[in-house]
């Protein structure tokens, strides 16, 4: 037997190794670089992907830590953390952006481009974390969200579409929790304490009674100590049955993965059999469900289970919180979801591994792709390599909910920010003119104009100033157009450094892949081994209140926060249930740094309005709502649709990007 345990320990040893050895093994797929750049779905049709038992093997994932769905994507079990839990962390990278426009800034393709610089080119051990897209603006207004041009995910139609099936799994589950609550609003209405006890706790043909285990949670949540169904009290089998939900207090939604305007308000119950118990309500799209920020935070099965039964769908007439435990689905929904837990290993064009997990909804939800596959990332590069993860919108939003919301439950230190810019966003935000979805860009925007882009810098020197509160260093991506010219560029460069930034470069990753970015790269590198001090925007023991206020001023640039009548009896409320000590994630326009959308660069002498506030308790943050957020988005005139269909002769698709 000590032969055997010696045996087990060299072999386990050499497990390790293979696993933190360096990239030599790497086998980077060399591009066919075009010009001019052919269209994304082209550019992905015309690479042949690596095996994905190939992409894992490279990168140490051993072949029985894998779920295979096809060729080119593959399920990581979790199991992978118990074998790697001595591996050392890696580098741990943020790319966010300024204030997005309709020129777009090319966060994603920078994070592709990024991960393909330092994995093919500098041959550093390296992993990409992206959210996975909803189909919704996929098929809607904005196209696919694998990046684009030579820095893209493939294959990238599977990567926009259906993936592994995980959002229609979360779909699944919010809509059984959101049908069960109405269900059980029914059944409260038609029958006594009794009755309810009764069917909820039915006899079996010998008279036994027996509670099913996510009763007892329920039990131990009223306080009563008691196991057995038939030691209730008249009083406690009341209260054990009948949750009284107040329907105007219902925060839990049905959810679809596609826009539909027309589902924004609807009326459900009109039915003769529900017996005129009428209620209107909405859907969402699917990726605001609660249900897909609880996997993005998530650290394990039983911490998933725990955040799921959390999760509250309104409050009981007597301002207790209902949760999903409460109404018996929270371990349902557990079935539902037990294989979305796992990260989806995918692949740059270039060959270097991608963990495509969780989509949450970055306005109402905090935006980042998952703990989970961040932290597997980290153990595989081990401490020479680098980790590239995509915070959702602009710093203001994404990469502020990444550090006080996701690094705060992960525990996990960041290095470094990566902030993307393009010249012609930051014109802009100088006070360029509008721009008209289809019509020719403003010669504002193609021709030199050194005035608007010195002062749309001040957005991204903004960004810039409220990174380094965190401690993180800053590295600018200015992702270059052929229209930009030298005297822009420096301008802009030095803006950025004058803010702090360690370093700002030109990327065209775009056009050149990898190749593009490696200046990127460098720069990454060594801002990486630069100290750092990481820490948070605000501690957790203040007050709500004072949370928000300090992300307003200190983010945002407000002068002060106007709270609602509606807002401040939320606060009170949810402080009373015990929430007052949970993060902030505000529901803000993306476009601005203040509530109006229409208010470019760095607004000043505003107050921010807080009409509302919701609580993820599940997920683990308050959210207050800024003026109005929708969580439905609805089709555009001409949706991206017209141009998708089916090779039928080679079964590719067309016209996504």
Known sequence: STQAGCKGFMLSRQILKRCIATMAEFEPIVLDLKVPVPSDIDIANAVTPKPILKVAKEVGILENELEFYG??????????????????????????????????????????????????????????????????????????????????????????????????????????????????????????????????????????????????????????????????????????????????????NRVVDICDRYLRSITIGQGPEEKGKIRQTQYDIAVASEAMAVLAMTTSLADMR???????????????????????????????????????????LEGTPVFVHAGPFANIAHGNSSILADKIALK???????????????????????????????????????????????????????????????????????ELAERGAANL????RNLRKFGVNVVVAINKFSTDTDKEIEIVRQKALAAGATEAVLATHWAEGGKGAVELANAVVRACEKQSEF??????????????????????GADGVEFSPEAERKIELYTKQGFGGLPICMAKTHLSLSHKPELKGVPTGFTLPIRDVRASVGAGFIYPLVGTMSTMPGLPTRPCFFDIDLDLETGKVLGLF
Not at 393 to 414: H, Q, W
Request: hydrophobic share 40%; charged share 25%; glycine share 10%.
């Open 71 to 252: 060729s080119a994507k593959a399920k990581v079990r979790l199991s992978i953390l118990d074998r790697l839990k001595d591996q050392k962390n890696g580098h741990y990278v943020v790319v966010t952006g300024i204030n997005p426009t309709p020129l777009g800034e090319g966060k994603s393709t920078t994070s592709v481009g990024l991960a393909q610089a330092l994995g093919a080119h500098l041959r550093k051990k390296t992993f990409a974390c992206l959210r996975q897209p909803s189909m919704g603006p996929t098929f809607g207004i904005k196209g696919g969200a694998a990046g684009g041009g030579y820095s893209q995910v493939v294959p990238m139609d599977e990567f926009n579409l259906h993936l592994t099936g995980d959002i229609h799994a979360i779909t699944a589950a919010n809509n059984l929790l959101a049908a069960q609550l109405d269900a059980r609003m029914f059944h409260e209405s038609t029958q006594s304490d009794k009755a309810l006890f009764n069917r909820l706790c039915p006899a079996d043909k010998h008279g036994k009674r027996e509670f099913a285990p996510i009763m007892l949670r329920r039990l131990r949540k009223l306080g009563i100590d008691k196991t057995d169904p038939n030691a209730l009290s008249d009083e406690e089998q009341g209260r054990f049955a009948r949750l009284d939900v107040d329907p105007t207090t219902i925060t839990w």
């Open 306 to 348: 725990e955040r799921l039964g959390r999760m509250v769908v309104g409050s009981s007439r007597a301002a207790e919180p209902v949760t999903a435990d409460d109404l018996g689905v929270a371990g349902a929904m557990m079935v539902l979801m037990k294989d979305t837990i796992m990260p989806n290993l995918m692949q740059t």
């Open 380 to 450: 595989l590069v081990g401490e020479d390599g680098y980790v590239v993860t995509e915070a959702g919108f602009g710093a203001d939003i994404g990469a502020e909910k990444f550090f006080d919301i996701k690094c705060r439950y992960s525990g996990l230190v960041p290095q470094c920010a990566v902030i993307v810019a393009t010249i012609r966003a930051l014109k802009m935000h100088g006070g360029g003119p509008a721009v008209t979805a289809g019509a020719p860009l403003d010669a504002a925007y193609t021709d030199e104009n050194t």
């Open 461 to 464: 020197a903004h960004h810039i």
């Open 535 to 556: 820490r948070f925007l605000y501690p957790l023991e203040i007050g709500i209140k004072q949370k928000i206020e300090t992300i307003a001023k200190e983010i945002y």
